[in-house]
Every structure is written in structure tokens, then in C-alpha cells.
């Protein structure tokens, strides 16, 4: 069990770029759940998949952001023309199918300037 | 919205039982008590989870009174690296976590 991976770690981007993070879960954990944290406060919940199917997303993911995981393994976040407020951390979580619990990664510390 | 409630912060020294208790007045049937521990620049890391009564394990103990409003963690014997934030949540089953701001643990000398 390596845990869950993100890549990259850190990413300072100016503001209108566009950026992309990837999920390596646990093997074999089919779901898989992005978060976003700021400074201070909780995770708040982005998006959910169970293997290759997005089944739930949050009204905090607009239109700027779109989530895959193709093969039901690793899966991407990408943010379109990005804006100071999307600064934040990105937290990806990944459970197993047969408990509820969910395994975080490190994160990636988005910074854009 | 959360649906808990908890002391933004408490302060310890290390060697001491630290109790953190957890309000969920609105819990429902199918509701599991769950609890995160998460370090500055790290994710969070699920620590126990119990539905009643007592839950047990190597890191804490999870206490639970019968009407379900509440509940408390109980850390054995802190060490300074128990300083951390601690989140209690409630879940069922496979869903989204929903965090609040959790409380604050200091652990001093």
C-alpha cells in the first residue's frame, strides 16, 4: 500500500493559464474524491467518481473546472483559465469497496498570481 | 454545511488524556461519526469511526452516548505530535465528506 499520490506538489501559475493535477489512488480503491481546502478551513467536497463515472459534483465546480478518470484508476483535475480565487489547496481521497473511509493524498498547493 | 460542532481550539501538555467533544444534534439513523486528523500541508487522516457506544483503537477511543447528539474523542497520553487539526463528520456510507473547521489541538511541553 503506497498510498495516495498527487502530482505536481506545489504549481504557481498567473492568473488566465490553465492547469492540470493527477490522482493516483490506492490500487484497487474504485472511488475516488476531490476536495479543495483554503487556509483555516475544512476540505470542502468538488467531485466523486466510482471507478470511470463522475456520479456527483459540487456547485464549486464550475464550468472552468472538468474532472476524468478514463480507466477508473488515476484521474485529473484541470482548471481552466485560472483565477486568484481558485489558490488553494487540492486534495484527492480515494476509499475502498467495501469501507467508507477515504485515504488523502499530500495535496497540490495551487498558487496563482 | 457541517453538521457538527466543535471547540474551535484546546491546548495540552504532552502526556495528558485530551478529550474532544463533538456536537450532532440532527444525526440521523443511517449517520456514522467519523473522525480526521489532519497536519499543516498534509491531508487529512481518518482516525476512527463509530456508530454507538464505545469504538476502540491503537489511536483513540470514540465515545458515544445513546441518543447519538454527541461524542467525544479521547486521545491517550498526547505527545507533541498529536498537534493537529481534528475534524468530526458525519457520513454515511460512501458519500462526500463534509468538513467544518474542525478544533485546533496545541500540545505543549
Known amino acids: 500500500d503506497t498510498g495516495v499520490s498527487q502530482d505536481p506538489r506545489h504549481k504557481i501559475t498567473k492568473r488566465g493559464q490553465n492547469v492540470t493535477f493527477r490522482c493516483d489512488p490506492i490500487s484497487e480503491h474504485n472511488r475516488l474524491y476531490w476536495y479543495r481546502q483554503t487556509l483555516g478551513q475544512g476540505p470542502e467536497f468538488l467531485t466523486y467518481?466510482?471507478?470511470?463515472?463522475?456520479?456527483?459534483k459540487s456547485r464549486l465546480l464550475s464550468d472552468r473546472f472538468s474532472a476524468e478518470r478514463p480507466k477508473g484508476s488515476f484521474s485529473t483535475l484541470e482548471i481552466q483559465r485560472t483565477e486568484q480565487g481558485d489558490s488553494a489547496m487540492y486534495l484527492c481521497?480515494?476509499?475502498?469497496?467495501?469501507?467508507?473511509?477515504?485515504?488523502f493524498g499530500p495535496g497540490t498547493r495551487l498558487t496563482v498570481t | 454545511l457541517a453538521k457538527t460542532t466543535q471547540p474551535i481550539s484546546m491546548d495540552s501538555y504532552e502526556g495528558q488524556e485530551v478529550n474532544i467533544t463533538c456536537s450532532h444534534n440532527n444525526i440521523a439513523t443511517n449517520d456514522y461519526i467519523t473522525w480526521y486528523q489532519q497536519f499543516p500541508s498534509q491531508g487529512p487522516r481518518f482516525i476512527i469511526q463509530?456508530?454507538?457506544t464505545k469504538v476502540t483503537n491503537e489511536v483513540a477511543s470514540l465515545f458515544i452516548p445513546a441518543d447519538r447528539k454527541s461524542s467525544t474523542l479521547s486521545l491517550p497520553r498526547v505527545s507533541l505530535s498529536d498537534t493537529a487539526v481534528y475534524y468530526c463528520?458525519?457520513?454515511?456510507?460512501?458519500?462526500?465528506?463534509?468538513f467544518g473547521t474542525g478544533t485546533r489541538l496545541l500540545v505543549s511541553p
Open positions: 467518481f466510482q471507478n470511470e463515472a463522475q456520479l456527483e
Open positions: 463509530g456508530y454507538k
Open positions: 481521497a480515494s476509499s475502498p469497496p467495501d469501507r467508507g473511509e477515504q485515504y
Open positions: 463528520l458525519l457520513n454515511t456510507g460512501f458519500q462526500k465528506l463534509v
